[in-house]
Structures are given as structure tokens and as C-alpha cells.
């Protein structure tokens, strides 16, 4: 056999592919594993949604190949939501562009903009597909540090300058995955204005705008003046609708942006199922209620969890947004890796090492809060007793 790409040969696998196969064979010796890493939601999308799809499916037009880039009523969908949840004006025509999932998107957008050799502003933690990206389009990267002390935002000013004005692309995410960390306008703003002054193009990734606890709501980048000057944004229907097999999201802002992305993908995809565009037109358009009740049950579920962290002497900060606790290590254990491979094989509870986002989280875990709250209390409550016992 040939010898594969030199940066795909690189490339480290994908965290949650590897750990597969090894809570697989935990649960074939019958342990009980309580997973509190993967960020896919339990709980089904709206009645309503299914019943879109199935409706659509039944149709026998719609079986054929689909729009590239989105039907005209799904783009129109995405205009009509910005205009409701953010009071911005999105033009479905030029300035929205669906997609097979945002992932596919993240991922895509580097080979559209990056040649070999371009520098792209990575956040330290990171969502890893930013930075597997960055690696198969063979570009360099520099890392924006997220700390508490910060906020977890990235310092503009401490970008060296000679980076700032070769990079390409800066990535951000908010509210984020791992820290659930939030922004506001104000951060925008300079991010906005920073990207203006150095011609970067900045990607927002943002699936988690409409999962916000007590009574917070997230704000889009582009609410701000000019923001579609030098932005685009990503989004999804994976985690605000519980659609997250279903592969169906959204790029937004920057005409040329995403024009050249539609471009790239008409080359290796032919868009998204029909009956699937329908139904993530009728989840945008629809009536939204459900989603405070759906977010209730997740801001209990946080609850839980950021109170037995506390118990076990994580140092944690309870997040306003987002499906994830970001934890520090208690002092007596200091590595994230050995500590979640430990308690996996002890326990039967799987949570993530926080150093798979990053060296920033050398020192952390990412616990998920999308299972059933029953199972994650028994998780906590296992947690509890085996770090007692250490």
C-alpha cells in the first residue's frame, strides 16, 4: 500500500473515536458506563419537528437530490430566525448557506480560505476540529490562551503583531465549548474591529446560543456594525433542537465567505435531504416555547453537577450557557488523562480530559450534562466515592 499524506499520517485520531471502542469493551465485561463526555443531546426534538420530517418523507418528490447549499425555504428560515432572535438582517441569498452539520462547515472552512503556510488564531481549549482543520490544509497556528483569570476570552493585545498581521483566520466560540464561558457585545466589538484592522476573517462558531441558563441569552456576533465585513458564523440544529443525527446547520455573514465555502462543498457533497431541510425550516420558524422548558431541565442538570464537583474539590465556575462544566483537578490528582482513564475503568464513568482541547487543559475535565439527570447524579455520586477513596 502507498504511504497515506504526510498530514493525515499527523494527524492525531479523534478523541471520542478512540475512546469507542474501549467503553465497548468495558460494557461487553458488563460494566455499567455512565457517559458524561460526548455533547450529544438525550432528548428528542419537538413533535412537531418529527412530524415535519416524516410528513416531507412521505412525498414522493422529495426524494431527489436537494438544492446545493440549502432549499430556498430552509435559507429563508435562517433569515427569519436571526431576524426574530437577533434583529439582524441575513440575506438568504447571499449571506446563508446550509450545511451537512456546522462540523462539516468548521472543517471545510480552512480549505477554502488557508494555503499551505497561512497562520489561523486558535482559542487554547479549542473544539479539536479547529485545529485538525488548520493541520490538513497544512497552515500554522497560534494559540489564543483562555483563562479564568480572563474570563476565558483571548486577549487581542497579547497577539504578537507580526502574527496578527499574517493570520488568515481567527476562531472563536461563544458561548464555548469546553469552559461554557460566555461574551458580550463589547468582546465582539473589539474582536470585530481587531479583525478589521489585520484583514482576518473571523469564525464564529456559536450551536450553543440557545442553550442559556437563568434567564441569560447569548448574543450573535453579528449584532455588531460591520460584523459581516470579516465575519462569518456557524450554527447548528444539534444542540438547540436535539437534532444532532440529523446533520443540518448553517454558515451566515460574509457574501464572498460564503460563496467560496457553497463553492467548495457543490465539489464533494449534494447538499442535505430534503424531508430534513423541511424539518429544520419548521424547528427555525416555528413556536419556540419548548426550548425554555427543554433548557430547565438542562440548567438542573448543571446544577447537579457543578454542586458534587464542589463536593469533591473541583475548582469549576457554573457556566450560563452551554452543555458542559469545565473542572480543575483536584490537588491530589495532576493529570486529566490518567484521571479520567482511572475513574473510567473504576467507576464505569467516562468523562473527558480537558488536555484533548489543548494544553490550556492540562489541569481540567469537560463533564457533559446530556444524559438522563437520574444517571447523572448516580455518576456524580460514584465520582464522589472513588475520589474519597484515592
Known amino acids: ?109 480552512n480549505h477554502t480560505l488557508l494555503d499551505p503556510g497561512d497562520v489561523v488564531l486558535l482559542p487554547d481549549p479549542y473544539y479539536p476540529v479547529y485545529l485538525a482543520g488548520a493541520q ?49 457585545l ?54 438547540t433542537y436535539n437534532m444532532a443525527g440529523w446533520r443540518i446547520g448553517m454558515a451566515v455573514g460574509n457574501k464572498q465567505v460564503i460563496k467560496l465555502l457553497a463553492n467548495y462543498k457543490s465539489q464533494i457533497d449534494s447538499s442535505i435531504f430534503m424531508p430534513i431541510l423541511d424539518a429544520g425550516q419548521a424547528a427555525l420558524t416555528s413556536d419556540q416555547a419548548w426550548l425554555g422548558d427543554r433548557n430547565k431541565i438542562y440548567q438542573d442538570r448543571r446544577d447537579v453537577v457543578y454542586e458534587g464537583l464542589k463536593e469533591c474539590g473541583f475548582e469549576v465556575e457554573l457556566p450560563k450557557a452551554a452543555l458542559y462544566l469545565w473542572a480543575k483537578l483536584p490537588e491530589k490528582f495532576d493529570d486529566p488523562m490518567k484521571f479520567c482513564a482511572d475513574l473510567l475503568r473504576d467507576t464505569g464513568v467516562s468523562m473527558t480530559p480537558g488536555v484533548v482541547y489543548g494544553p490550556s487543559g492540562s489541569d481540567y475535565i469537560r463533564i457533559s450534562i446530556v444524559i438522563p439527570t437520574d444517571r447523572i447524579v448516580e455518576a456524580i455520586e460514584r465520582m464522589k466515592t472513588w475520589i474519597e477513596a484515592q
Open 136 to 184: 490538513l490544509a497544512d497552515a500554522r497556528y497560534h494559540f489564543m490562551p483562555l483563562t479564568k483569570e480572563n474570563d476565558f476570552l483571548p486577549d487581542f493585545e497579547a497577539i504578537p503583531g507580526d502574527i496578527a498581521s499574517q493570520a488568515k483566520i481567527m476562531w472563536l466560540n461563544y458561548p464555548n465549548n469546553p469552559t461554557g464561558a460566555v461574551a458580550d
Open 186 to 239: 463589547a468582546f465582539f466589538e473589539k474582536a470585530v474591529a481587531f479583525a478589521k484592522k489585520h484583514d482576518i476573517v473571523i469564525a464564529h462558531d456559536a450551536p450553543y446560543c440557545d442553550l442559556c441558563f437563568d434567564g441569560y441569552e447569548a448574543p450573535s456576533i453579528m449584532e455588531v456594525e460591520g460584523a459581516k465585513d470579516v465575519a462569518v458564523e456557524f450554527n447548528s440544529l444539534s444542540k
Open 1 to 109: 500500500m502507498k504511504q497515506p499524506s504526510k498530514t493525515v499520517a499527523n494527524l492525531k485520531p479523534y478523541f471520542f473515536a478512540g475512546l469507542k471502542p474501549v467503553i465497548a469493551d468495558l460494557q461487553a465485561k458488563g460494566v455499567d458506563v455512565i457517559r458524561l463526555d460526548m455533547g450529544s443531546p438525550d432528548l428528542p426534538p419537538a413533535s412537531f419537528i418529527i412530524d415535519k420530517l416524516v410528513e416531507s418523507a412521505r412525498n414522493p418528490k422529495k426524494h431527489g437530490y436537494s438544492p446545493a447549499g440549502g432549499s430556498p425555504g430552509f435559507l429563508k428560515a435562517v433569515s427569519t430566525y436571526y431576524k426574530r432572535r437577533f434583529d439582524v438582517d441575513i440575506d438568504p441569498n447571499t449571506e446563508a448557506l446550509a450545511l451537512i452539520g456546522s462540523k462539516e462547515g468548521l472543517f471545510n472552512l
